[in-house]
């Protein structure tokens, strides 16, 4: 991958506050969700509740598909990231630190919603591996599309 593509992808994930995700559902559905996320580079983290349908989907497949798309006024301002890669769930410990790090840099107000010391709310953290990257970049063209293989 060229550089300057590589620079596109990064841009766009980092612009962005919000990913759908789409995980398989027991019955072999897919199941879209729209979630918050952080990243390290093309590396895409999320955090969810631990009994989420999206835990328990990735827990059984952990094939994910996600979008991210930039805000546009006009189609020939579309620009956005179609990925397919896998979901791996991140118990290492300095790795959660670091998505928690990374989290609070991105939204200071995840503060408010740290979980009470109950335990009530167990957290799932994972990481996304991305496998295959289609940069959606209408500027260049009406549903112009170019496929990266990681």
Not at 55 to 82: M, P
Not at 95 to 101: A, F, L, V
């Amino acid at each position: 991958m060229d550089t300057k593509l590589r620079d596109q992808i990064n841009s766009i994930i980092d612009a962005v506050d919000d990913m759908t995700i789409a995980t398989v559902r027991e019955d072999g559905f897919p199941q879209a969700t729209t979630v918050s996320y952080i990243s390290d580079g093309s590396v895409i983290y999320f955090i969810t509740s631990a009994d989420a349908q999206k835990a328990q989907n990735i827990a059984r497949n952990n094939k994910v598909s996600l979008t991210i798309n930039r805000a546009y006024d006009n189609w020939n301002e579309i620009e956005g990231l179609s990925m397919g890669g896998l979901a791996v769930a991140v118990t290492d410990p300095k790795e959660i630190e670091k998505i928690g790090s990374l989290l609070l840099k991105k939204f200071p107000q995840a503060m408010q919603y740290e979980p009470d010391e109950s335990g009530k709310v167990q957290l799932s953290y994972f990481r996304i591996e991305p496998k295959v990257i289609s940069v959606l970049d209408y500027k260049k063209g009406f549903g112009h599309t170019e496929l990266i293989a990681i």
